[in-house]
């Protein structure tokens, strides 16, 4: 059974970056891409990063360039977004579906809130 669990969000301190993580299991994590994608209220599912299988090629979308960073340990079988100088368009609920560009399998998501 394919599992993705997201965590560390929350409420956003200032000057802190948090890290979000994704924990897989129940597939080969390490043979597939993987992604992060955020729902702000109210808004539909938007593209945020992208990581391919070997954790050599990634991208992310514009207004996170620079700030984001995602990596993977597939050893560990996690997902993870840095989220360095978050603003309050950031807020959203994040997920970690599998795959990239195409998703299959997503979890709960974690919410996170940068405050104004």
């Known amino acids: 059974e394919v599992q993705l669990v997201e965590s560390g969000g929350g409420l956003v301190q200032p000057g802190v970056s948090p890290r979000l993580s994704c924990a897989a299991s129940?597939?080969?994590?390490?043979?597939?891409?993987m992604s992060w994608v955020r729902q702000a209220p109210g808004k539909g599912l938007e593209w945020v990063s992208g990581i391919y299988s070997t954790g050599a090629g990634k991208n992310y979308i514009d207004s996170v360039k620079g700030r984001f960073t995602i990596s993977r340990d597939n050893a560990k079988n996690k997902l993870y977004l840095q989220m360095n100088s978050p603003n309050p368009a950031d807020s959203a609920v994040y997920y970690c579906?599998?795959?990239?560009?195409?998703?299959?399998?997503w979890g709960q998501g974690t919410q996170v809130t940068v405050p104004s």
């Open positions: 579906p599998r795959g990239v560009p195409n998703y299959d399998h």
């Open positions: 129940g597939f080969s994590f390490s043979t597939y891409g």
